[in-house]
């Protein structure tokens, strides 16, 4: 005699998709299945069982009260089986943390940094997201994310690296060529590289913010350059293409190192900062807890 009586568990699988979307549709789509398959699983499990599971409406389908019962306890029991396999895979692959950072973070502060966290820990292997979209810790888009924003993201536990503070960065030679540009009215009449459709991870300063916030009125009189990518903005600025904003994370060690110049030390601050942040669930893992230890290092 068994000792679990039980459906098979591809039907308390499919019921699970079902129960969860509401929609044969839909969870025959997720399971890569046909909906007349899905539906001749879902019959199938309510005959043996001796109840429905479902009423079925026009266009609609609900879960009757036996249902959602089997469905709460299907839940838990399958979330259960989640856990133990990654735990279980965890064990046995080499240690990995996904990264996931700003494209502009990525490649300017975090690339040349990695070969430091290598010789820390060697034994784990880091991969890097490289996104200027949102990144949602919660539904496990990455295990560690450096996060723009006021610090406060539901499920996250996340520790301050740095203030965002912007500030207009040129080219020793443009800057040569336009003495003329000493103040920020100047600016109207040079040309400006904008990060144009650069995803959402910039917030909302721009060159019209920047203006405005220095008290400067009017139109540029140049045509400006618009790249949908920082690097590619600094990387023109540096050709002597025109001027830039530089996010001081990135581009004060430029400023150091006499890549890049600040014609004028007018910076705009903001309220927002930047954090690295973990899900409540992952933050206390000691590996975790240590990249995000390292980066705090770095920043300091």
């Known amino acids: 005699m068994r000792k679990y009586e039980l459906p098979a568990l591809s039907q308390l699988h499919t019921f699970e998709a079902v129960s969860r979307r509401l929609s044969f549709t839909s969870a025959a789509d997720e399971l890569c299945l046909t909906q007349s398959a899905v539906s001749r699983q879902i019959i199938s499990l309510e005959t043996a069982l001796g109840w429905k599971l479902f009423t079925r409406k026009h266009r609609a389908i609900e879960l009757t009260p036996e249902g959602r019962q089997l469905y709460d306890a299907v839940t838990r029991g399958l979330d259960e089986i989640g856990r133990c396999v990654s735990e279980l895979r965890a064990a046995v692959e080499m240690p990995q943390i996904t990264v996931a950072a700003s494209v502009a973070f990525s490649y300017y502060w975090l690339m040349p940094r990695l070969e430091r966290f290598s010789e820390r820990r060697p034994e784990i292997d880091l991969r890097v997201l490289a996104t200027d979209q949102k990144v949602d810790l919660t539904r496990q888009d990455a295990d560690v994310a450096v996060l723009y924003g006021d610090g406060n993201w539901d499920g996250v536990v996340v520790r301050r690296l740095f203030a965002e503070r912007v500030y207009p960065v040129c080219s020793p030679g443009y800057l040569a060529s336009h003495p003329e540009l000493q103040r920020p ?19 909302d300063v721009n060159w019209q913010v920047w203006l405005a916030r220095q008290g400067v009125t009017g139109q540029p009189v140049r045509r400006g350059i618009r790249l949908n990518s920082y690097p590619m903005v600094l990387q023109a600025a540096e050709a ?20 890049l110049v600040c014609p004028f030390q ?25 990249f995000i230890q390292w980066i705090l290092e770095e920043c300091g």
Do not use: C
Request: no cysteine; charged share 20%.
């Open 240 to 259: 002597g293409r025109g001027v830039a904003l530089g996010w001081s994370y990135i581009t004060d060690e430029m400023l150091e190192t006499n890549r």
């Open 266 to 290: 007018f910076p705009l601050e903001t309220r927002f900062s930047y954090y690295v942040g973990a899900s409540v669930d992952k933050a206390a893992h000691p590996m975790i807890a240590d």
């Open 185 to 203: 009215r100047d600016l109207l009449d040079q040309t400006l590289l904008h990060l144009d459709g650069g995803g959402n991870i910039w917030g």
